[in-house]
Structure formats: C-alpha cells, structure tokens
C-alpha cells in the first residue's frame, strides 16, 4: 500500500512538472516572411493550417488593384474583393476588424477608381467625387475646362511639386518641354488627373493602417515560433 501511494505521488509530481504546450495535441504550420522561414506549433484542437494561412495572408496583405478600362478595373476589383471576403480567419476581433476594414479601403478605392477611368472621355463625372474639398474641386475645373486653364494648373502642380522634390528644375525643363508639345493638353491632363485630384481624393478615403500589430496576434496563435532559416541581408 505504502509503494501504491508513492507511485501515484510521483506521477502526479511528473503530470504537474510537464509543460503546458506539451500536454496539447501540437500541430506545424510551416510560413515564411521576407527574410525568414518559420515553424509555428499549435493547438490542432484550436486551430487548423487553412485558417492560419488566410490569417497570415492577412496580416501580410497588399491592397492594390488597377485598370485601364472599366471592365479590366472591374475584373481586377472582383477578384481582390472575393479573395477577402472568402479568407477564414481566426475569429478574434482584432483580425475581423482588419478584414472588414480591408475591405471597406477596397469598396472606397473602387468607387474612386471608376471616376478616375470615366474621366479620361467624360471629365463631368468628376464633378461628383469630394467636390466639397477645395483643392479636388481646383483640379476638377481645370480638367473640366481644359486649354489653357488646364496648362495653368499643370504649371502650377509642377511648381508645388517642385518644393519636396531632389531635382526640382529637372521637374521643371519637364513640363517646359511638354508645354511645348502639341499633345500637350492630352500631357497636363493626365497628369493632373493622376498627381493632383487622384493622390488628392485618394488621401481622403479611408486607409488601413496595417502598422504591424496584426503580425504579433498572428504570432501570439501559436505555442511556440522556430526560426528555421533566414537570408543574409
């Protein structure tokens, strides 16, 4: 009876002495980053790799689509749209709002994105996009107007572009050079479409700060992270 008790002592001793991550059942997840690769171990009764690849996916998410044309926009909008809205995450605030986030910047951009391309045959249409803001609706009556209300606009984009750029009068013999052209006013409207009312409208939509706290909760999922290997920088 005496050797009974103490077997039983010792192996409750042993269970308490066992680390917690190895009493679960463990699961790997191999990902990598930029420089390295990684083995994360987690809980398989928690989590599976699907879900942790669409969260990874997340936290390491670039929100860019483009188009020429309204269909090519379109296709390449659907696509990123349809991609997120499919991702399975891990179900914790912190990522569902990155992921509804993510999206709403998408559905926002998109709305730009398509004045942006109607503009180039129909410029009226930009009269419908932020036109409270004085600086769009400057932009938006040189578009509109054209010749050389236009050029002076261009001239004048160019001169505060000028202020934080390295080689201002290079920026300058630029525009010189195209204000000489005969396609010119094709030049400067492009041009103040692309670097006066679109970096402007597109600074005020909403943005998703991803400032790399979605990293560390995606981190924080597992029992523990193994570095496996990095390149040399």
């Known amino acids: 009876m005496k050797n009974g008790w103490f077997s039983v002592v010792l192996l409750f001793t042993a269970l308490c ?13 191999d990902f990598s980053d930029d420089l390295c690769t990684y083995k994360g171990y987690y809980d398989a009764d928690r989590y599976n790799d699907t879900v942790l ?4 996916f997340l936290t390491r998410a670039t929100l860019y689509f483009d188009g020429d044309d309204l269909t090519e926009l379109e296709n390449s ?27 709403r910047y998408i559905e926002e951009s998109y709305a730009i994105q398509k004045v942006r391309v109607q503009a180039v045959d129909n410029p009226e249409v930009l009269k419908g996009a932020f036109g409270e803001n004085k600086q769009v609706k400057q932009y938006v ?16 984009l160019v001169k505060e572009q000028m202020k934080r750029n390295a080689y201002p009068d290079a920026l300058w013999k630029k525009y010189e ?14 041009y103040v479409l692309t670097y006066g009312w679109w970096n402007q409208v597109n600074d005020l939509i909403y943005h998703y700060d991803n ?3 979605l990293t560390e909760k995606f981190y924080e999922l597992f029992v523990r992270v193994v570095t496996v290997d990095c390149d040399e920088v």
């Not at 509109?144 to 050029?151: N, P, R, S, W, Y």
């Open 17 to 29: 002495s066992t680390p917690v991550w190895a009493q679960k059942k463990l699961a790997v997840l």
């Open 53 to 56: 690849n669409d969260t990874y």
């Open 77 to 103: 909008y659907t696509a990123m749209k349809n991609q997120f809205s499919s991702l399975k995450i891990v179900q914790t605030p912190e990522f569902i709002l990155a992921r509804d986030s993510m999206l």
């Open 141 to 156: 009556n040189a578009l509109v107007a054209g010749g050389d209300e236009l050029l002076e606009e261009y001239g004048l």
């Open 177 to 190: 050079a195209n204000i000489k052209l005969d396609q010119r006013y094709e030049i400067a409207f492009d």
């Open 211 to 213: 400032d790399g706290s």
